[in-house]
């Protein structure tokens, strides 16, 4: 067996012979061994493992995709594309475009994000723009250029800033210029 020092030290390796692997093991987890298996004792071949349940729509082209940004992540200077969903517990500092953003409690998102649905229960700090609705729980708190579509506050969240509706299609269709 190889003898390792600890943290990328250098290797004392045994002889080539001694790490292959015999063909009944090559899927099978667990220690190498140069001697093959005894023939009372076969190996079953490797299984798969268990498959996931899913929906039928993520088996198509085009299925929703969700980004998780787990509590002791910090994702910095990335913009984040093609992402359906982005739900955030760790730390975020990007800009994306996406259809859902979910903060949770101990998550923080700085940057910018134009989003359909946001449901804000940490922290955004930036330029948001949220095309349909809004949602700021007790925990959450906005701050930042924020537009939304609708929104709602539930007691205990905050929003500050400078906060604006966002203007509808048909005011955006009469005021373009040619």
């Known amino acids: 067996m190889a003898l390792q020092s600890p943290f990328f030290g250098k290797r004392e390796t045994e002889t080539p012979a001694a790490r292959t692997i015999p063909p009944t093991q090559a899927g099978r987890i667990g220690p190498l061994t140069a001697t093959p298996p005894t023939p009372a004792a ?37 913009e ?23 903060i949770a409690p101990p998550g ?4 910018a994000a134009e989003i359909d649905i946001a449901e804000i229960h940490g922290h955004f700090e930036g330029t948001l723009t949220v095309r349909d609705r809004l949602v700021i729980h007790p ?18 969240g905050q929003l500050s800033g400078d906060v604006g509706l966002l203007a509808t299609p ?3 269709a009469g005021s373009t210029a040619t």
Do not use: Q
């Open 42 to 78: 076969t190996v079953a071949p490797p299984e798969t493992p268990a498959a996931v349940p899913t929906k039928d729509k993520d088996a198509r082209p085009g299925a929703d995709s969700l980004l998780k940004v787990g509590p002791l992540i910090h994702l910095k200077g990335v």
């Open 80 to 102: 984040i594309t093609d992402c359906d969903t982005l739900f955030v517990e760790g730390t975020v500092e990007a800009t994306m475009d996406s259809r859902v953003m979910e």
């Open 108 to 111: 923080r998102f700085k940057g």
């Open 139 to 156: 925990t959450g708190r906005v701050t930042g250029t924020v537009r939304y579509g609708k929104i709602s506050i539930a007691e205990g």
């Open 170 to 172: 048909s005011s955006r």
